[in-house]
């Protein structure tokens, strides 16, 4: 539901959606949304609370100039994933291309997801 709702702004032209762990060990989302124009997360925030009043949880929305894909024009689901999940260590092994690795190296730099991926019990 909240891809569809992000999809029907006519600034977006596409949505990836990943999950994360929270530090609380929960299942974050994280949305990629690819836009044109001057969109801002805090309109497409608006956006979705208007088109789905139930307010869904989103804990992340990135704005990103275009999606990673392969060569049949999928959308690299392995590469959103690791920046999701703030494991951008392997990004640059496995972008392939040059295009793709410049790509995802602009959208890790833009990453939300900040969290150590590391969790320690409590002391």
Known sequence: RIAEALLAHPAV???HMADFQ???GKVGLYAFVEASGDLTAEALRTHLAT???DRPHLDHLQL???LPRDNNGVVRDDLLLLVAR???EMLE???GSQVTRELVDQIARGRLNLTDRITRPAA
């Open 86 to 88: 703030n494991q951008i």
């Open 64 to 66: 990103v100039p275009l």
């Open 22 to 24: 929270t530090l609380g």
């Open 93 to 95: 092994s496995l972008s």
């Open 51 to 53: 088109a789905l009043p």
């Open 13 to 15: 032209s596409d949505v």
